[in-house]
């Protein structure tokens, strides 16, 4: 009867150290750092049989089906590691075990150890303890070793929570403005500006896309918003738009304040929305109220120099703004405007009308054949044949407020036809309309349409750089001058008035 119960506490012995087992196991899956603070114990109590390295070094990577297979069955199927902290457990605890128990221990300990010995010096070992020396220190190094995504998200200040650096700052860090149609909208400011320059659109314009060029998309730069790309009728991306006096003239000249100003010029709309139906003096009326409420709302100075950029249209909108300014008798802001006026730049403005004025007012008239409303008076104020026209006179006044005030005027031509057909490729507007003649003009071509002519698309194109110099001369020559020359007018006719005054007296 001795034998049998020494055979049943042998298995029950053994039958306890595979519950141990099974339990080192779940907590070696719940606990890294028990397993760690185990694995530590079980080399400081390892017998001198074996060696530290023998028993303290670990397969580096299981394989799935390894650990799935740990998960049933008995120490058989367990892997080396975990049959060796377990086998070496029971080999520290030979009292409670039995002398077969013992035995096997030993037996598998000793094959576990010269496996990991074998393991431990083949070139994958090796390879693996250099990778462990050189250990990526961050997640996107980790990503970048391993080839997978950390699943651990970075902290919060830590240098992996920082996001790169765009390829293009200027434009994903910059916010976005929303341009309104209907008044002013500032595109850029900063601290002391020396001028406000306001961008004035045409005939049926808008107050963004006007100023919006192009240019072709880089294959090597991040593809940008939706917004931002021109398509085809395929749907294919063709350019990317440039709203140039935002993108390009704010990153070239930071002294100044750059406004944009929409109005409501709109020539026909479809049913049901009316169209306006303002002409160039209401328009200019208008916009020379709209300014002196901007400056009174953001509190601007009245001396601060304005810069009118005007195309086609629009320019015809400014000189009656400024005419408006120049008749009021009070010095008040509205007078005040003119006076702050420092220069004026023309891209295509018909001073003297446009012979394709008359297919606008053909325009109209058939869409108010077809029911919908048109606004055909600018249209027909532009007709260079339309004897009521009143822009010479117009042309002839502002010349005298220019002399006056010291305006400098630049004016922009065109080069190039409507389209490259041949009962299609006159002037929009010649070289003989786009001219003031007067004293203080400076006038060049811009090899470009009438459409396309104040639209750029990077900071290499040549009209932009013909703009740029223009702007660039105005702003640090010619605002000097006139103030220095306004100053000597205001002297001499105050000599003037003393003298009168003088003679007045003795007689």
């Not at 398509?231 to 709203?243: A, Q």
Request: aromatic share 6%.
């Amino acid at each position: 009867m001795q034998p049998n119960n020494h055979a049943d506490k042998s298995n029950s012995h053994l039958s306890q150290t595979r519950s141990d087992t099974s339990l080192q196991r779940t907590s070696l899956a719940e606990s890294p750092s028990s397993h760690t603070e185990r694995s530590t114990q079980t080399r400081r109590t390892s017998p001198a049989g074996t060696s530290r390295g023998q028993a303290s070094q670990a397969r580096p990577t299981e394989s799935r089906e390894t650990l799935s297979n740990s998960n049933h069955g008995p120490a058989s199927g367990l892997t080396p590691r975990l049959q060796r902290k377990g086998l070496v457990e029971c080999h520290t605890n030979p009292s409670q075990t039995s002398g077969l128990l013992q035995r096997e221990c030993r037996t598998n300990l000793s094959q576990a150890g010269s496996e990991s010995s074998s393991r431990r010096n083949s070139p994958a070992m090796s390879t693996y303890s250099d990778r462990a020396r050189t250990a990526p220190a961050t997640a996107t190094e980790m990503e970048t070793a391993t080839g997978r995504r950390c699943l651990d998200p970075p902290q919060a200040g830590s240098a992996t929570s920082r996001s790169a650096p765009s390829a293009n700052p200027s434009r994903s860090n910059k916010e976005k403005v929303k341009v309104r149609k209907d008044t002013f909208t500032t595109l850029a400011d900063c601290d002391n500006p020396v001028a406000d320059v306001i961008f004035i659109h045409g005939l049926g314009g808008h107050p963004k896309w006007s100023w919006t060029g192009y240019r072709k998309l880089d294959p090597k730069q991040p593809l940008p918003e939706k917004e931002k790309v021109q398509t085809n009728c395929l749907g294919l991306r063709k350019r990317e738009k440039i709203f140039w006096p935002e993108e390009l003239l704010s990153a070239d000249r930071k002294d100044i304040r750059i406004l944009t100003y929409g109005y409501d010029s709109h020539v026909v709309k479809c049913i049901p929305r009316p169209v306006n139906k303002m002409g160039i003096a209401d328009h200019g009326q208008s916009l020379l109220q709209d300014i002196v409420s901007h400056r009174r709302r953001f509190n601007i100075p009245r001396e601060r120099p304005i810069i009118f950029v005007a195309h086609s249209f629009g320019g015809l909108v400014v000189i009656q703004a400024l005419i408006r300014s120049w008749r009021e008798d009070s010095e008040d802001d509205m007078k005040a405007v003119c006076k702050a006026t420092y220069a004026t730049i023309f891209f295509g403005t018909p001073h003297r009308g446009s012979d394709d004025a008359a297919w606008c007012q053909c325009y109209g008239c058939l869409a108010s054949a077809l029911m919908c409303d048109a606004n055909t008076r600018n249209a027909e104020q532009m007709n260079s044949r339309f004897h009521g026209s009143k822009l010479p006179e117009l042309t002839q006044e502002f010349r005298k407020v220019a002399a006056v005030n010291f305006i400098r005027i630049k004016s922009f031509s065109e080069t190039q036809g409507k389209i490259g057909c041949a009962c299609l490729n006159g002037l929009m507007v010649d070289r003989y309309s786009s001219l003031l003649n007067s004293a203080d003009e400076d006038h060049e071509f811009i090899n470009a349409n009438h459409t396309y002519m104040n639209k750029f698309g990077k900071h290499e194109d040549k009209g932009y750089e013909q703009f740029l110099s223009a702007l660039k001369h105005i702003i640090e020559i010619e605002i000097p001058n006139r103030r220095t020359k306004k100053g000597l007018s205001t002297h001499l006719q105050t000599q003037q008035q003393q003298q009168h005054q003088q003679v007045s007296v003795r007689m």
